[in-house]
């Protein structure tokens, strides 16, 4: 299984973003895909998940109403579409993926991790 995420860059706070994140290999067709971040000197932390149907999404409190996770069913690729963005977003952003339909925060709990794909929120 490989994950290949894209879509980070440098933004003005209250910019948007769209970070896209493609899985190849998955042969079960159950899963989940999340997206993690982790800014320098911090731990990485859970974001955003959403199962590969597309039908449940779990978000980290400070992202709820910015942050809006996204899969198509029919689709290989989740995106995060990150609104009114601020300083407190820059991180290394990380998608990850893991079988079974239960949406866990926690970064143990997921197999498979794509390259990281860094967000600069700065004026």
């Known amino acids: 299984v490989q994950l290949q995420a894209s879509g980070g860059g440098l933004v003005q706070p209250g910019d948007s973003l769209r970070l896209s994140c493609t899985v190849s290999g998955m042969t079960d067709s159950a899963y989940v895909m999340s997206w993690f971040r982790q800014a320098p000197g911090e731990e990485r932390e859970f974001v955003a998940g959403?199962?590969?149907?597309?039908?449940?999404?779990d978000y980290l409190d400070s992202v709820k109403g910015r942050f809006a996770i996204s899969k198509a069913a029919a689709d290989d690729t989740v995106y995060l579409q990150m609104n009114s963005l601020n300083p407190e977003d820059t991180a290394v952003y990380y998608c990850?993926?893991?079988?079974?339909?239960?949406?866990?925060?926690?970064?143990?709990?997921?197999?498979?991790w794509g390259q990281g794909t860094l967000v600069t929120v700065s004026s």
């Open positions: 990850a993926a893991r079988l079974g339909s239960h949406i866990f925060t926690l970064r143990s709990k997921y197999n498979y």
């Open positions: 959403v199962r590969s149907s597309g039908r449940l999404a």
